[in-house]
Structures are given as C-alpha cells and as structure tokens.
C-alpha cells in the first residue's frame, strides 16, 4: 500500500512539473503582451 | 594554518585553471556535434530509443523530455531497490530498500543529490549500487550538462525557442565526457588501493582480538562518476573518510580535484558558445572569488581551533607532530587543509560527499560549506547546475545594472524584459522558499524535532542543513540528523525533487525566451559584461541575494552557536 502511494507520489510531481512547463510558457506568453502594448 | 596547507590550496586552485580551457574546448566539440568518434555507438542508442538526433526541440519539449526520462528512470530505480533482495549480486544477501528510503534514494539520485539516510554497505546490494545509483550518477550528470548547454544556445542563437535535442545532449554527455574520464579515474583509484571487487565481506580479527567485518564491492568505478558528475554520497557510510573509498594522499586530491573540473571546464565552454570567452572567464572569476573566499574563511575557523578545547588542556597549536586546530571529526591522514578543502569544493559544487564530519567544523567552519549551498552551488557548482545558476545570477546582475542606468538590460545581446524577469525570480525565489518552509516546518513538528542530535541552535543548524543540502541537490549531511524516518525520507526526498526540477523549468523558459530574440549588437548603451567591475557586481548580487534570504536563519543557528562557543557553552 505505501508502496503504491510513493509510486503515485512521484508520478503526481511530474505531472505537476509538467502543468509547470505550460504555466512557465504561458506566462512568457503573457508578458510577451505586455511589452508589446504601446 | 600551515604554510603547507596553503601550498596545497594554491597547486589545487592553478591545476583547475590550467585545465579549465582543455577541458572547455573538448566539451564545445562535443555539443556542437563535432566529435564523432563514437558515432556509431551513438546510432545505435538513438535507433533503440526511437530517437530522430537531427530533431531541434523546443525549450517546452526539451524540458519535457528531461521530465519524462527522470520520472521513469525514478520509478525503475524505486522498484528495483524495493525488489532487491531477490535480484543477483547480493552476496551479503541485503534485505530490500525500506520504502521510504527508497523513494528518497531514486529521488535523490535522479536529481543529482545523492543524499544518503543509510550506510551503503549494510543497505545496498552490489547490483543497486552498479544498475541504479551509478547509472543515475552518470545520467543525472549528463542531464544537468544538457540543461546548462541549452540555456547557453538559447543566449547564443535566435531559433524560435528552440534549445537543441536534450537525448542527445544526454547521450553524448554521457558518451564522450563522464564515461570516458570516470573510466580513467577509477584505474588509477584502483591503481591507488580503492577497492574494486564483487567479494563477499570479509571478517577480520583486530589487533585487540575482536571480530570485525569488512565491507567489499566495486567501489572505485562508483567513486570515480560520483566525484566527477557532482553527484556525491559515498559508497561507504563515511564516505572519502573510509581507506577503501580513499586510499592515499594522491586518491584525496584527485577525487577532491574531479569535483570541480568539469565545472570549472563547462564556463569555458560557455564562452565559446555564446562567443564571448571573455564573459566566460569573468564568470571563472567570480566563481573562483568566492570559492577562495570560502576556503579562507573554514581554514581560518578549523585551524584556529576550538577555544573550549584549549581551556582544557588540548594542545591546539599547530607544530612538527601535532596539526593544532579543530581536528573533530577529521581524518588525521589528510588534516585541517584538505579537511577544509574538501569540504568548500563539495559544497560549491552540487557533489556532497565528504572526507571529514561537517557536524564537527567549528560553527564558522560548518556555517562556510552551509552557506556555499545557500548561495546556489553556482560557486563552479554541479556539473550544468552551477552554470545556469550563474547564468540566472549573471542576467539578475545586468538587470540591476540596466536599472541604475536607466536602460533595457541586455544580457549577450538578448534583451532582458519582463519574461526573462520573471523566469529569474522563479529561479531564485524557489530555492529559498522550499528550504525555509520545509526548515520552519521540521523546528515545530514533533516529527520534525525528533531527528535532531543536538540541542538549541546546533539543532536548528542541522535542520537547516539538511534541507539546504537536499534542495541544492548537494547531498552532504551535517551528520547529527537522524533523517531515516518517514517524515525525514519523504520530505527530504520531496525536497531534492522541487529543488531540481522546479528550479530547471524556468532555467530552461528563460533558455527558450531568449532564444526567440533577436540579437542586437553592442551599443554605448550596453553594460559591459567582461570587466571586473562586471565581476564585482556578480559576486555583491550573489553574496546579497544569499545574505538577505539566509542570514535570518543563520543567526539563529550557526551564528548564535559561534557567539556562545566564545562563552564557553556547548550543544
């Protein structure tokens, strides 16, 4: 069972690493706007 | 201090810049892709993994490649360490990895810092050592090289945010600069008297006629990776302190001199990359700045010895057959120098394997190696990380200038604007945040306050650095936590995950981000970033960016103990 939880545990890190590769870009994205308002 | 001790700091230092440009040129071949003598090993690793080389990715599919083969090389080393008892090359016939350790190990090893809650002779079968640990040692290496190159030709290029092939970048790392130079180094560890054999224990019958029991295994070729991939840990539980992992004065010195030259190399190969070589030696000189000054500082504490200690009769004056000073937990083969030495170079890197206790350092002594880690380990730093650390700090440093002046930063020829910004702040604010929650948490939980071995502030010390060590990705231990619990083992092991991963991500945005702008030539307007007064301002954002996050918590743990020491008060 603690098994399981570990596995799963590493696995959700991951997979909030990668929303976090998403955030980062989007957020380069955003302020890319920003410095091209006038 | 010793007139020998500085000469042996002063050859360590020349023999790291003579081999700096070397090292730098050789490594420039291998990532431009120049260097093709193992070409077809290479074809072959790529068409089994399915891999396209000539495929330039963009910073989000570079960083997810990373992301992917460090979860699945964690779950694989996570399962193996959990079924090793009934896997071969077990001659001590080892139980399996408690589930809590071994989820801090694969996290630890994944992300290059080798933080240990176990002795690794009495928990690891030869088989986890060789399969898992080494192969993280050689891969986790290789990714923090990638990672660093990438950010490099994301200054160096204008491609659409596109960063190079990060399986490639892995496979030739690997291929052409730490296989090769840890092939080399375990020989002549061998050749030293490390051990490097898959006997069974031995048991021995000591000079007073006790049963003692030797530990074997192939030590040497780990060591030899750990040390030059900064990785660290040791495959005995004392580390380079044990004769088998350490044999000589000559082993000392080249395993304490592979922790930092292929840092020292990468810079110049940054150079080269981004075609400035001067900005690379400036970014050497900073580097090397605080390094010296690290060094100066724990030898002055450890020579100068501990005051309680002569109130009570030790003789702490060096001579002819006593090395004087503080010589707590140091072994007395290599003394107070290569103590301190060790210790500094460790901790500048991401490496974290020791030859002496840091625990037993004198409170400015303990607090050089603690703050080495706080600054970022981008001091040469681990092999990739200490360079894109001092990257992120260098684009820090001409927005700060570009402030004072009035004008848009450029870093390189690539504007800094608000993007870049907010990557570097990611960058540097995570760091802080992860080890101070993490810290605050452990001095008020009851879990937390159990691991301790020592009271009051060299408690709190321990705590402190025990996270610092994990989410620099270091790995050394101050040696008085016991961090074999649940609560220890995964939180730290949560902690060498964000302190990589978390941190590698906005590296590699900001890598990304300037690599879709253009680049613009110098103007009059640009901040110069070959000068020394470029220098000067690096190590003052470096030292106040440290200094302002860490000095609360170190004034309440080393600081306060170094001011109760001179009263006489102990913990």
């Known amino acids: ?38 | 201090m010793t007139a020998n001790g500085w000469l042996q700091i002063l050859f360590y230092s020349a023999l790291l810049l003579a081999l700096t440009k070397p090292l730098g040129v050789y490594m420039v071949r291998v990532y431009d892709g120049s260097l093709r003598w193992l070409a077809p090993v290479e074809r072959v690793i790529y068409r089994a993994c399915g891999v396209d080389p000539e495929e330039d990715q963009h910073w989000t599919r570079y960083a997810g490649g990373l992301l992917l083969f460090s979860v699945v090389s964690m779950l694989v080393t996570y399962v193996a360490l959990r079924l090793q008892a009934h896997l071969p090359l077990n001659p001590a016939g080892l139980p399996a990895v408690a589930d809590r350790q071994a989820f801090e190990t694969a996290a630890s090893f994944t992300t290059n810092t080798n933080w240990q809650s176990y002795s690794g002779e009495v928990t690891m079968s030869y088989l986890s050592q060789m399969m898992q640990l080494a192969f993280h040692n050689f891969t986790s290496a290789a990714s923090g090289m990638a990672a660093a190159v990438a950010l490099a030709r994301g200054i160096a290029r204008r491609s659409g945010g596109r960063l190079g092939n990060f399986w490639v970048d892995l496979v030739r790392g690997t291929l052409y600069v730490l296989l090769p130079l840890a092939f080399v180094l375990a020989l002549i560890l061998v050749q030293q008297g490390v051990i490097q054999n898959f006997a069974q224990y031995v048991t021995a019958t000591t000079v007073e006629g006790a049963k003692q029991v030797l530990a074997m295994g192939p030590a040497a070729s780990q060591i030899a990776i750990k040390q030059l991939g900064t990785n660290g840990g040791g495959f005995f539980n004392v580390n380079s302190a044990h004769p088998f992992e350490n044999a000589t004065a000559i082993s000392n010195f080249l395993e304490m001199f592979a922790l930092l030259v292929i840092p020292a190399g990468l810079v110049y190969t940054f150079g080269r990359m981004v075609k400035n070589q001067k900005h690379g030696w400036a970014l050497w000189a900073a580097m090397f700045v605080v390094f010296f000054g690290g060094v100066t500082t724990a030898y002055w504490a450890e020579a100068r010895g501990n005051p309680i200690h002569a109130a009570r009769g030790v003789d702490i004056v060096a001579s002819a057959d006593n090395p004087g000073g503080n010589m707590e937990g140091k072994e007395v083969r290599f003394g107070i120098a290569n103590s301190v030495l060790w210790a500094t170079a460790t901790t500048d890197a991401s490496n974290g394997s020791v030859n002496a206790m840091h625990d037993s350092f004198t409170p400015i002594g303990g607090m050089v190696p603690l703050v080495n880690i706080q600054l970022g380990e981008e001091i040469f730093g681990g092999v990739g990380s200490g360079l894109y650390g001092m990257i992120m700090m260098a684009v820090l440093t001409v927005f700060i200038a570009g402030l004072m002046v009035g004008r848009t930063p450029e870093y390189l020829g690539k504007k800094i604007q608000s993007r870049e910004i907010r990557m570097v702040m990611l960058y540097v604010l995570i760091f802080p945040a992860v080890i101070l929650i993490f810290t605050a948490l452990s001095a008020v939980l009851p879990a937390g306050l159990a691991g301790r071995n020592n009271a009051g502030p060299h408690g709190l010390s321990e705590i402190l650095y025990a996270f610092t060590s994990v989410t620099g990705n270091n790995g050394s231990a101050f040696a008085g936590l016991t961090g074999s619990t649940d609560y220890y083992n995964t939180l730290l092991g949560l902690g060498t995950l964000l302190g990589r991963f978390a941190m590698m991500v906005p590296m590699l945005a900001l890598g990304g981000f300037l690599a879709e702008r253009k680049i613009a030539p110098e103007s009059a307007g640009t901040f110069p970033v070959t000068t020394p007064l470029f220098v000067i301002l690096l190590v003052s954002v470096i030292l106040i960016v440290g200094a302002l996050t860490f000095f609360p918590a170190l004034s309440l743990g080393p600081l306060v103990e170094h001011l109760l020491m001179g009263a006489g008060k102990l913990f």
């Open chain 1, 1 to 38: 069972m603690r098994d399981v939880a570990y596995i799963a545990l590493t696995v959700a890190f991951f997979a909030l690493m990668i929303a976090y590769v998403r955030g980062c870009e989007r957020l380069g994205r955003e302020a890319t706007g920003e410095e091209e308002r006038p």
